[in-house]
């Protein structure tokens, strides 16, 4: 990237991260809001600011080379992805759903659809290239001696003519069961005139005609063949059966009515018409009528209450936004760039050589460091020499020690899990789940693999009190925000709002395994399949099971995309308010996600 492209990147960055942090940090404080799309509205204007905030600095993080840029580039990066997981959290705690719809706030910022993708920061796996290639290198080695074994004959391809005859056979059987259709419906037809010839001119009846209207109906497949019926003209002959101008009447009424209805339900879809609220409305008027014409006052009292309770509820479910844990580091990170990087003219710096000055102050405080640990390492030795001086004078004067009585600490002792696996490395333990096809080698699929277009009108169905749904890029964006942030930057996983699973539900097909495997591919996660089917036979019994759990939690601290990961079988302290940083395993059925 060109000096001058990555420097205008920043000031972007810069300037948006300026106006964000004066409006999330403002001199005075806000009133909390009441109003629930107003707030759902400064919600949604700061997730996509921070969005386009967090690409600007995505990009320059991975084109900057400068090494003493890219520390604090990153802590800001860092910084902004939790913010953004904690507005995520905000929405959700708002609107008590997962999907969210913004089409008119990107209307409003001039954005598309697609500047509302949540950037994967690429760092998470360039950094732990090293790490990954051994894992794949182990994994591929491992496999490679059960690959012989276990190999299936691979199937043939179909020829191009075996599939075109193929392709023939099925359009001549679906025209044959159309023909056949259409033949009986004829004879069946012809089969009522004659009956109505020879029985004659019988008197109008609705009921009769409303059941063979009906039966029509299902037996014709609907109501388009039987609209198209009634648009069609008579044939020759066919005006004169007895019934005919009958019948076709009630067809003419049964197609302005389904006109009707049908033009109803595309303006409530688009959003014109809102037809449970203006039966609600027609209720609470007829309501108004009859409390106005028996004039009872006590009416009038409970209204009264309930607009005081209603008020009180207001009051009490003022709208706030909670406290940030990520708002201080980038704070802190803003400054020190603006600081140490504002003045410093980048334009004679073309190979954006390290700064002397900034690594010698560093040194600095790492020397005073450690001098300061060797002076307080003196310190105690002197101390402890003084302490024994005096209890030495001490017993010289005669004076018995005074015996000091060992005071034990009464508490309960937390039982330690028993290790069901002391005399195995983690390597081996890797290994047997690997043979027992419980860790397997997914597929590289990106995240971006998961095309699909973007809701436009998710807004306007929720105004109709329609639940939209939800579009191929939601779903990718949940995946991207719950998934992939929290499992790839170490800092983001200790301090974003915890997540413990994710549950991926719908029918066959609809991509639940490309997104698992889209997750391991742009985090170097580990892939165990707990599926029944996977597990049937291999571990039975309560020990097997038991066995089979400690060897996932066991093998799963080896390679976690998470570095720095606390053990799984630690346990928590119930008077602690600390949340637990380690994921811990996923019920049978996902992937577990270490």
């Known amino acids: 990237?060109?000096?001058?492209?990555?420097?205008?990147?920043?000031?972007?960055?810069?300037?948006?991260?300026?106006?964000?942090?004066?409006?999330?940090?403002?001199?005075?404080?806000?009133?909390?809001?009441?109003?629930?799309?107003?707030?759902?509205?400064?919600?949604?204007?700061?997730?996509?600011?921070?969005?386009?905030?967090?690409?600007?600095?995505?990009?320059?993080?991975?084109?900057?080379?400068?090494?003493?840029?890219?520390?604090?580039?990153?802590?800001?990066?860092?910084?902004?992805?939790?913010?953004?997981?904690?507005?995520?959290?905000?929405?959700?705690?708002?609107?008590?759903?997962?999907?969210?719809?913004?089409?008119?706030?990107?209307?409003?910022?001039?954005?598309?659809?697609?500047?509302?993708?949540?950037?994967?920061?690429?760092?998470?796996?360039?950094?732990?290239?090293?790490?990954?290639?051994?894992?794949?290198?182990?994994?591929?080695?491992?496999?490679?001696?059960?690959?012989?074994?276990?190999?299936?004959?691979?199937?043939?391809?179909?020829?191009?003519?075996?599939?075109?005859?193929?392709?023939?056979?099925?359009?001549?059987?679906?025209?044959?069961?159309?023909?056949?259709?259409?033949?009986?419906?004829?004879?069946?037809?012809?089969?009522?005139?004659?009956?109505?010839?020879?029985?004659?001119?019988?008197?109008?009846?609705?009921?009769?005609?409303?059941?063979?209207i009906q039966k029509d109906l299902t037996a014709r497949g609907g109501t388009e063949a039987l609209l198209a019926e009634a648009a069609s003209p008579p044939e020759r002959g066919e005006a004169s059966a007895p019934g005919f101008w009958q019948h076709r009447v009630w067809k003419g009424c049964l197609q302005r009515r389904l006109t009707q209805f049908t033009r109803q339900q595309e303006m409530a879809f688009i959003g014109m018409v809102r037809a449970e609220l203006d039966l609600a409305e027609i209720k609470v008027d007829k309501k108004k009528k009859k409390d106005k014409e028996k004039g009872k006052g006590k009416g009038q009292e409970v209204e009264k209450k309930k607009k005081g309770k209603e008020k009180k509820s207001e009051e009490d479910e003022a709208l706030k936004i909670s406290p940030s844990k990520f708002l201080i580091a980038i704070d802190?990170?803003?400054?020190?760039?603006?600081?140490?990087?504002?003045?410093?003219?980048?334009?004679?710096?073309?190979?954006?050589?390290?700064?002397?000055?900034?690594?010698?102050?560093?040194?600095?405080?790492?020397?005073?460091?450690?001098?300061?640990?060797?002076?307080?390492?003196?310190?105690?030795?002197?101390?402890?020499?003084?302490?024994?001086?005096?209890?030495?004078?001490?017993?010289?004067?005669?004076?018995?020690?005074?015996?000091?009585?060992?005071?034990?600490?009464?508490?309960?002792?937390?039982?330690?899990?028993?290790?069901?696996?002391?005399?195995?490395?983690?390597?081996?333990?890797?290994?047997?789940?690997?043979?027992?096809?419980?860790i397997r080698k997914p597929p590289k699929v990106p995240l971006s693999d998961y095309s699909g277009d973007f809701c436009y009108l998710g807004t306007t169905l929720r105004q109709a009190e329609t639940e939209p749904t939800p579009s191929m890029l939601d779903v990718r964006q949940n995946i991207a925000l719950y998934a992939i942030l929290r499992l790839g930057s170490p800092t983001v996983h200790e301090l974003a709002p915890l997540v413990r699973s994710i549950l991926l539900v719908g029918p066959a097909g609809t991509g639940k395994k490309m997104l698992v495997h889209a997750v391991c591919t742009e985090t170097g996660a580990n892939l165990f399949d707990l599926s029944p089917n996977n597990l049937a036979g291999k571990y039975p019994g309560k020990s097997g099971l038991e066995m089979l759990v400690h060897l996932v939690l066991k093998a799963k601290q080896l390679w976690s995309p998470v570095e720095g990961e606390q053990p799984s079988n630690t346990k928590e302290d119930p008077n602690s308010t600390e949340k637990p940083t380690s994921l811990p395993p996923s019920l049978p059925g996902t992937a577990l996600l270490p």
Request: charged share 35%.
């Open 1 to 212: 990237m060109a000096n001058s492209t990555y420097g205008q990147l920043w000031q972007e960055a810069r300037v948006a991260l300026a106006e964000l942090l004066e409006q999330e940090a403002p001199a005075e404080a806000r009133k909390p809001e009441r109003s629930a799309a107003v707030f759902f509205h400064t919600l949604a204007t700061l997730f996509l600011r921070y969005v386009q905030t967090a690409r600007r600095l995505e990009a320059c993080y991975d084109q900057g080379v400068q090494p003493q840029k890219r520390p604090v580039l990153r802590g800001l990066l860092d910084g902004v992805l939790g913010r953004l997981l904690e507005l995520k959290q905000e929405l959700v705690d708002l609107q008590l759903s997962e999907y969210h719809y913004m089409d008119h706030v990107l209307q409003e910022l001039g954005l598309s659809p697609a500047d509302m993708e949540v950037p994967i920061p690429r760092y998470f796996l360039s950094e732990r290239a090293k790490a990954l290639q051994e894992r794949q290198e182990v994994l591929t080695e491992i496999l490679a001696r059960v690959a012989p074994s276990k190999s299936a004959a691979p199937r043939p391809s179909m020829p191009r003519e075996e599939a075109v005859r193929l392709v023939q056979m099925a359009e001549r059987m679906r025209q044959g069961r159309l023909r056949a259709r259409f033949m009986r419906e004829i004879r069946r037809d012809e089969e009522r005139e004659r009956k109505a010839r020879e029985g004659g001119l019988e008197e109008p009846n609705r009921g009769q005609a409303a059941v063979c």
């Open 332 to 438: 802190h990170g803003f400054q020190e760039y603006t600081a140490l990087w504002s003045s410093q003219d980048e334009g004679i710096n073309f190979e954006q050589r390290y700064e002397a000055e900034l690594i010698r102050a560093e040194k600095q405080k790492e020397v005073a460091a450690e001098i300061r640990l060797q002076v307080d390492e003196l310190m105690r030795e002197e101390l402890q020499n003084l302490r024994l001086a005096v209890d030495l004078e001490e017993s010289k004067a005669g004076k018995p020690p005074k015996a000091k009585k060992s005071a034990k600490k009464k508490g309960k002792k937390g039982k330690k899990e028993k290790d069901l696996t002391p005399d195995r490395t983690i390597d081996s333990l890797y290994e047997e789940l690997v043979l027992q096809g419980i």
